[in-house]
């Protein structure tokens, strides 16, 4: 069992920036792939950014250029950092942590935080 504590949401006006971060209880954290997600009301849940153990990174399009990925193997934490921010970046963020051994799925997700992008 892995457990997800996110934190650094908040308010902000837009181009402004934020940092999450998200603390895993994970005792072998490298193997996870790491990803931040947000959800809006109404809608489903998307991928906004993942890193793999080893660093690997891949990005939702519509954040590419503004949000950074990165995780500390050592600490167990992954960070999102965000930068340039706009009104549609409004959601919940999620953090999760997959792995897949022997086509069985490990997937886990923290409690969320909000991120607002107002003036």
């Known amino acids: 069992q892995v457990q997800l504590v996110e934190s650094g949401g908040g308010l902000v006006q837009p181009g402004g920036s934020l940092r999450l971060s998200c603390a895993a209880s994970?005792?072998?954290?490298?193997?996870?792939?790491m990803g931040w997600y947000r959800q809006v009301p109404e809608k489903q849940r998307e991928l906004v950014a993942r890193?793999?153990?080893?660093?690997?990174?891949n990005y939702a399009d519509s954040v590419k250029g503004r949000f950074t990925i990165s995780r500390d193997n050592a600490k167990k934490t992954v960070n999102l950092q965000m930068n340039s921010l706009k009104p549609e970046d409004t959601a919940v963020y999620y953090c999760?942590?997959?792995?897949?051994?022997?086509?069985?799925?490990?997937?886990?997700w923290g409690q969320g935080t909000q991120v607002t992008v107002s003036s």
């Open positions: 890193i793999t153990g080893s660093g690997a990174t």
């Open positions: 999760n942590a997959y792995y897949s051994s022997y086509g069985r799925p490990s997937d886990y």
């Open positions: 994970a005792s072998s954290f490298r193997i996870y792939i």
